[in-house]
């Protein structure tokens, strides 16, 4: 079998089961293990899988930059903005990370809810200007253009000041095995420092985000209070979330 075949054949595994197992594979083909992590490599450097302990694992579709991610999932992210809006009670204080679903979490909030928002993205913040009855605390920090929001030192020094309810994060990757993860190392650290200031954490996750997985891990999935997805998304990717403990909200 050409390299160019195997590479296909190890594509084929991955769109049908969700993962590629190099040592399982190794002895389907007869080949060594150092031969199909040699293919897995050349994969993900074409950006066609992320490699994991013992094998490799679908790419996330939403790497893309802030732009990009507002034409993805465009329905399943609304559905989810309304269900996690409607979680905010009067006077809660909400970490609100950045992203096109925590955007439109903003836009959602109800016009008569009066409550405090602290966020590091500029997006969701000029999204509440005109709200009457939401305070508007803004962290600030180094901008990473490709998300819209501030990172860096000084933002994790203030988020260590606050006191939340309520976190909603934003990830790349909801993984039973793999856990959650993001695409950036410094996003990284910012979204595990919001977690740790938060009495509860809810992951964000529409569609494209299940089953896949980034190279930076910013936690295991049993550790947030629970993922809140689309009642609609893959069967066989919410069986394997609940098989691992973790409490989905269906929206």
Known sequence: ???????????DILQRTGQIQAKAVSQELGLSEDTIRRDLRELAAEGKVQRVHGGALPVSAAIGDFTQRQHVATTGKAAIAQMAAHMIEPGQIVLLDGGTTAVQIARNLPPGLRATVVTHSPSVAVELVNHPGVEVVMIGGRLFKHSVVNVGACAIEAMARIRADLFFMGVTGVHADAGLSTGDLEETYVKRALMARAAETYVLASEEKLNAASAYVIAKV???AGVIVNKEADGAALAGLRAAGVNLVLA
């Open 1 to 11: 079998m050409l390299t160019s075949q195997r590479k296909q054949y190890l594509l």
């Open 222 to 224: 049993r550790d947030v």
